[in-house]
Every structure is written in C-alpha cells, then in structure tokens.
C-alpha cells in the first residue's frame, strides 16, 4: 500500500480544516493507501521535509476529529510559493519528487484556492512528462468563491454567513441615533464580489440594509456613488454601503486610499477602498461617516460557521481520496448544482486545466443596471450556503481548537 502527502495553501477559511479532515478519513478508511503525512506550510514542507504523520496523530481519534472540523484557518499551515515552470527550472520538481520516493506516496492532495491549483497543474503535468503514476488532485478552498466550473468552493458559504450577520448587526448599531450616518463595510475581494454580494442576506422585514451594494464586475463611478448615498439620505438616516476591496474605475483603477502592492503570484494587495469612499462622502456631503474594513475576520469566524460549509469541505477532502483511487490526477473536486429547493448537490471532478490561472465572476445579470445592488438570482444562489449551525465545544468561556504550536516559530 503506498502513502499520501496532504497539504493547505493560499488564504485560510474556516472550512479548510474540514476538508483536511476529510482526507485524513478518506485516507483511513481505504483500501489503496496506507499513511497520510501533512506537509506543514504548503508545498514548502515537501521542499524543506517538514511533515507530520496524521496517521498517527489525528486519524482514529474521534475527539481530535471532530475538533479539527471546527478549527478555522489552517492546521498545516500555509504558504504563498510560485512553482516555477517545470520547462524553466527544473531543480525544485526533482526535489518534490524525491520526496514523494522517499516517502512511498501515491498521491498528493493540494487543498486551496486559484493559486494552489496552479501549483496542482504544474505538478501533474510534470509527473505526466516523467512517467510518475503519482495522483495529484486538487481540493477547492477559497472565501472568494472564484474558482472555475464549481458551483462554490467550500470557505465561502461560513465567510458569507459571517459577512451577513456582521452586517446585520452593524445595521443595528446604527439605528439607535436620529442623526443622518453613512456606514461603510469594505469587505474581501480583490477581482470577485461573491463575498460581498453576501451582505445582502443581511436584509429582512425591518431592516433595508446594506441599501447600497459595489462589486468588481461593474464600473465603479464615484459621481454616481454620491448621487446614491444623497439621494437615500433623504428618506433615510441611516445608510449602510458594502464595497469589495477590488472596486475600480472605467479605466481599471482601484477606489484605493493607498498605492497597491502586489504578491508573490503578482496581485494586487489593495488599501482601503472603505476609507476612500468614506473621504468621499465626508468631503462632498458632510454627514457622519466611518468606514469599517472586516478583513481577516470574515475568514477565520468559526463561532458562526455554516453547517452546510462545512460538511461540503469534509466531503470533498473524501472525494479526492476517492478520485485517487480511481486512479484520477491533474484534477480537482467540484460541486455541481442539482437544485435550489431542496438544496442538492452532486460531486464530480474537472481537469485542473480548465480550472487553475482563471476567476469566475458575478455573472452581470446578477447585478442590476446602476451597479450598486444584486438581483434576487443572487440570494437564490446565495441562502442555501450558509444554512445550518455548528456545535463548538467551549472551555473557560472560549472556543477550544487544535494546538497549532507546531506552527508557531520562536
């Protein structure tokens, strides 16, 4: 029976330990693979050798299990580290590879976003250039929601529940004064509104907010944005505004309070879209005005996870062992969409080729003409991901979840 390598890449989710889990128990529960070591940091454990055996720590502990399902951010630690092209540089594949002898593996599951998959489709087109019978599948992760084919990734539904209440609440903190307010959340994501379009869930009998929604797939006009915020003050004291970080004008550049950095994969690390619009509003109307950035709040809230999240992570942690049985690789797990009411999903796979290096967008129809706020097709896609509440067990008052001291450099 060979081994498997297992590792979590990207930004963290509160349900990337879920999909951990469920290889972990894939793994356990099968008939072709025997140890499952975790790589700490990502693809970056396998270069350096810095592996557990979850084997022998986690799998067979139901405690530990369970635990590990409701812990957020990344057990294994992450990593933001571009593979070269294996045309170009070669040196860093033959060291991966030479692990994977070393170590007896028979597949190697990537859990992340866009950028893992891109590492998924190097490795499996080199081990397809080399001969390696080696499975590599990718494992969807990301609070972006922007990963191709899939109907959603898991992360996205817990950081849109996340989004949802935060709003609501903030909403009620702002109607207690009599005093005309413009509140503005500025929320994840950089190229895709999926997060943001999750404020609107927000909404209910009593309360309109946020009245006002800015995504990345639409045009951002500040002129506009003015009008908007004037024109609701009038009947309104209170107006609530949720941005995505990534808003840009028509020639493409970001609604930023400061100059933009980019990353290792060469994009954009924005700065305040949320304080440039609330400048806006305090020079040309003169109201009360604050900006509020969730930032990595909306991503590691596991006090406030979606069950439905969750349990879709666990399952596609399993269905990659089970696709690396079949002998499947150079593929990743996707969900496609049965039905609405009642909400079905069916699990299949797509070749990573099709996936890796792309964003899926808000569809335009999805967004109403002016481009400050969804259509309803968007709730439709949007209630069913963030049904359901998970148990969290509580120790002193707060959360208990695994020891990460394994990642914690002194």
Known sequence: MKNCFVA???????????SLAG????????????TLYGSINGIKGLIDDKLMNLSTTIAGNPDLMKRLIHTPAMYLGS???KLPSWKEDVSVYETIFKRFKEYDIGAFFYIGGNDSMDTVLKLSDYAKSIGSDIRIIGVPKTIDNDLMVTDHTPGYGSAAKYVATSVLEVAHDTYIYAVKTVTIIEIMGRDAGWLTAAAALARNSYS????LIYLPETDFNKDNFVDDV???LKNNDSVIVAVSEGIHDAEGNYISAGKSTADTFGHSQLSGAGKALEYIIKDTLGVK???IEINTLQRCGAHISSKTDLDEAYASGKSAVNYAEEGLSGIMVIMNRVSDSPYTIEYSSARIADIANEAKSVPREWINERGNDIMPAMLDYLRPLIQGETPVEYKNGLPVYMDVSHLIHK
């Open 8 to 18: 979590q890449s990207g930004g963290p989710t509160v349900a990337i330990n879920a």
């Open 230 to 232: 004037r024109n609701l």
């Open 23 to 34: 290889v972990i128990a894939g793994v356990a529960g099968s008939g072709m693979y025997d």
């Open 79 to 81: 990593c933001r580290f």
């Open 289 to 291: 005005v604050r900006s």
């Open 208 to 211: 309109n907010a946020p009245q």
